[in-house]
């Protein structure tokens, strides 16, 4: 059982560094293409990837799995939620979109009761608080210098929060592959009636970057840029796989605050890439957020007996 604690933690961590990998990919297009070819692309580039996973760790007869509407609400949830993050990092600075993102480990915290029957304490979901707290130095409201945009990141972590929290649900008979086959199609799916919706409705520009990178009509990509938007493709199934997999052999409580190794590289990407330096106000609410969600997770180690570790153990 502790095995399958430390299993769920790696795969946590390795997964968000390799998901990270996308932010600078998606970026550096970001203001010449539509996020919804970057999306299409990157799905028929992983699909093979993952449908070779699925035949080597389950057989392929496990995609006409019973539990096939869950699967595919999970999968539409997560469509929306990094759609909506892509579109974020359209307009903000890599340092900013992801800190926001990072209340989705808190929103993963204060939902494993109610949806999952962990156990979670009232000094836990305080931390919350916390959290909320950060965001609101972060966005600075009332100083002139908010971006809607920020919005679409938190709504990002909130509907990556419950989609994890779906995978841990589900997990005790779909196995990560599964899980990342059907995110796949659904990323696939969801873009193109996406583009198809706003070709037919006429809509091909737009003030906002979001928004303009969301209604931008689809061109024929450059060789340079179609191998950014091609490299997603193999970083999304390796992510997928990863993340879905810690969530699935860890408790959704405990692993979740791992999440904030992904501070580490964003930042990093947007100075190296894109010459961003994060601006204090996002330093110290970031460093709120991510404060909150390590104080919940000490504070749930004390207040839980060791059996708590692998509540609900879908061994």
């Known amino acids: 059982m502790q095995n399958r604690m430390v299993g769920g933690i790696l795969s946590l961590c390795l997964g968000v560094l390799v998901f990270s990998l996308q932010d600078p990919l998606v970026k550096a297009v970001s203001s010449g293409y539509p996020v919804t070819e970057v999306m299409a692309i990157r799905s028929i ?4 990837i993952l449908i070779v996973l699925v035949h080597a760790d389950v057989g392929l007869r496990a995609i ?11 999968a539409f949830i997560q469509f929306t939620s990094y759609t909506v993050y892509y579109l974020a990092i359209a307009a903000l600075p890599l340092a900013d979109a992801v800190a926001l993102y990072f209340m989705a480990p808190l929103c ?16 836990t979901l ?7 707290f950060g965001v609101l130095v972060m966005l600075r409201p009332g100083a002139g210098l908010f971006d809607w945009a920020a919005l679409l990141s938190l709504g990002s972590a909130v509907l990556y929060a419950f989609s994890q929290l779906m995978a841990r649900k589900i997990g005790d008979t779909e196995s990560s592959t599964v899980m990342a086959f059907y995110q796949n199609g659904a990323y696939l799916v969801g873009a193109a009636v996406v583009a198809g919706t706003f070709h037919i409705a006429g809509i091909t520009h737009a003030v906002h970057p979001s928004l303009e990178f969301l209604v931008r009509p689809w ?11 091609a490299a997603c493709g193999f970083v999304a199934a390796a992510g997928m796989i990863l993340l879905s997999q810690g969530y699935r052999l860890a408790p959704a409580n405990r692993v979740a605050t791992f999440e904030y190794t992904g501070i580490l590289w964003s930042p990093l990407w947007g100075f190296l890439f894109f010459a961003e330096v994060p601006r204090s106000a996002t330093v110290i609410g970031a460093a709120l957020i991510i404060g909150a969600g390590l104080l919940a997770l000490n504070t749930e180690r004390r207040a839980s007996p060791a059996p708590a570790l692998v509540a609900r153990d879908p061994a």
Do not use: C, H, N
């Open 45 to 48: 580039i992983a699909l093979p």
């Open 64 to 74: 006409l799995s019973k539990r096939f509407g869950l699967l595919t609400i999970r």
């Open 108 to 123: 993963i915290m204060a939902m494993a009761g109610p949806y999952l029957g962990e156990r979670v304490s009232w000094q």
């Open 126 to 132: 305080s931390t919350v608080l916390i959290g909320m």
């Open 219 to 229: 061109i024929w990509p450059t060789l340079p840029d179609f191998l950014k938007m």
